[in-house]
């Protein structure tokens, strides 16, 4: 079957580092996305890993593991403006993406 | 820049209705998707189009048809709304399955209500 698992809530304080992770169980792979989502808004592409590894974009670095079936996103030098959700997307053989139900990261002063 | 609009950011419906959702975007994309996002259980996708004319069922298609007349529309149709279908919809569209690493992108949502 299909199942992504991410953690439901984080915390982290401004100025820090925090990662979140996501696992995934597909009947294909075909790359994974991480995306960010404000309250009320429309979710925002971050990142995308097709290959084993890091992938790195100013604050922001996604890590892939397929034979582990696992990926990271790490976020640096939080800002209150983080403070989001963060949803782990699976591509499967197709152009269809399998969500996780996201992660909402809360940043304190 | 890329622009997906959906054309209500809300809606009030009530049970029995047909209600049409609509979507435009700019793109000229392929792909056009639509999906419900609830709480505790993310995104999940409703039904899916690779062209003009063509649609393709997603995970819960249950209730609801599609139109894309044009390729820059795609309209998501509830025949006959329930108190269920109360959702936050989103629609996104992207180039084409060999543009691998291009993402999808989202409108802002149409948050409908079903009384």
């Known amino acids: 079957g299909q199942n992504i698992d991410q953690p439901t809530e984080m915390t982290a304080t401004e100025g820090a580092i925090v990662q979140i992770n996501c696992t995934y169980q597909t009947s294909g792979f075909n790359g994974l996305f991480w995306y960010q989502q404000h309250a009320g808004e429309a979710p925002t592409f971050l990142s995308y890993n097709v290959l084993d590894g890091l992938e790195e974009k100013g604050r922001f670095s996604s890590f892939l593991s397929r034979s582990k079936g696992y990926s990271y996103l790490l976020l640096k030098e939080l800002q209150m403006k983080d403070s989001a959700s963060y949803l782990c997307?699976?591509?499967?053989?197709?152009?269809?993406?399998?969500f996780g139900t996201g992660t909402r990261l809360q940043v304190f002063p | 820049d890329v622009k997906v609009t959906q054309s209500s950011r809300y809606l009030v419906k009530r049970t029995g209705e047909k209600v049409f959702l609509e979507c435009v975007q700019d793109m000229d994309h392929e792909n056009m998707f639509w999906y419900r996002q609830d709480p505790g259980l993310g995104l999940r996708l409703i039904y899916f189009s690779y062209d003009v004319k063509m649609k393709e069922k997603g995970d819960i298609p249950e209730g609801y048809s599609v139109s894309r007349e044009k390729k820059e529309r795609f309209s998501l149709i509830l025949e006959s709304a329930s108190t269920n279908q109360t959702s936050m919809y989103l629609c996104?569209?992207?180039?084409?399955?060999?543009?691998?690493?291009?993402?999808?992108?989202f409108g802002d949502g149409t948050r409908l209500s079903i009384l």
């Open positions: 996104a569209s992207r180039l084409p399955g060999q543009y691998s690493n291009q993402p999808q992108h």
């Open positions: 997307a699976v591509r499967e053989d197709t152009d269809k993406l399998i």
